[in-house]
């Protein structure tokens, strides 16, 4: 229930940042929303409802690829943010083309990180980035940054450059905060030193879906031989796998680093 929640409010979140930030001042976002945008200033069309016929056809690939539940909450995320946007005035809270585009981002982030987070997304081009990080191991805020300089190269086309400047700025800074919240594809790399390596390894491997190198080592200082096990996990996995190492041996010297990129194997569910 909390993330059906979570993806309704992290919708209005979102569709907040349109109304107050991005459309008054003529900024586009990214995805299919930008697109919406552009649809919505040119024609007499409503943005909320451009949106919605823009994203069905994607909806019915993402149905067939990536499940029931994910697209259910996607789908909740697409009503309630064409809704939300066709019934909250649009009103600028600031004329500042730059901190429009600053906040805007800044919001949409956040609501679209929230979005992922609670195992939804709001359609569009989240789902074709969704699609491709099952595929590859991608970042799919900078996915999104990538394919939105579609959107801004429109933008300049159809309304100025500036407009476009300040959308690419929008867009960029939405694609890092949506990265920095959304931890899924985020990998971590963790040493594990401790005396208690059989233990270490049962309970880890019980508990976890990754695989785990062992490695022999001595302490420098006291000569004592030690038992080094070393794995990646996912970001969200972290706290949990805190909480059994500390059971297993209080004492282990774990070191925690982001790995930037991970090669071969490595299970994404």
């Not at 939804?120 to 989240?126: A, L, P, V």
């Not at 801004?152 to 100025?160: A, N, R, Y």
């Not at 450059?161 to 790399?189: E, N, P, Q």
């Amino acid at each position: 229930m909390y993330q059906l929640l979570g993806v309704i409010f992290g919708s209005l979140i979102t569709a907040l940042s349109f109304n107050l930030f991005l459309i008054p001042n003529n900024i586009l976002s990214s995805g299919i929303g930008g697109v919406a945008i552009i649809i919505g200033i040119l024609t007499p069309f409503n943005t909320g409802l451009v949106n919605l016929l823009l994203n069905l056809p994607i909806l019915i690939l993402g149905y067939v690829k990536l499940g029931k539940r994910f697209i259910g909450y996607t789908i909740v995320s697409v009503f309630t943010f064409s809704a939300a946007l066709y019934a909250i005035p649009i009103n600028a809270v600031t004329s500042d083309f730059l901190l429009s585009s600053i906040f805007g981002g800044v919001v949409a982030g956040v609501g679209i990180g929230l979005v992922f987070n609670c195992k939804g997304s709001t359609g569009g081009f989240d789902i074709i980035g969704m699609l491709l990080s099952r595929k590859k191991d991608i970042q799919i805020g900078r996915f999104l940054i990538v394919l939105n300089s579609v959107v801004v190269i429109v933008s300049g086309l159809f309304f100025d450059w500036d407009t476009a400047l300040y959308s690419l700025l929008s867009i960029f800074i939405t694609g890092k905060v949506i990265d920095t919240i959304h931890k899924k594809h985020r990998k971590i790399t963790l040493m594990i030193v401790t005396s208690q390596a059989g233990k270490m390894k049962e309970k880890l491997l019980s508990s976890l879906i990754r695989g785990i190198t062992l490695l022999d080592g001595e302490g420098a200082y006291t000569n004592e031989k030690k038992h080094v096990l070393m794995t990646v996990i996912s970001r969200e996995e972290l706290t949990r796998i805190k909480t059994l190492i500390s059971e297993v041996d209080p004492q282990a010297f774990v070191n925690i680093t982001e790995s930037t990129e991970v090669l071969g194997l490595f299970r994404k569910g």
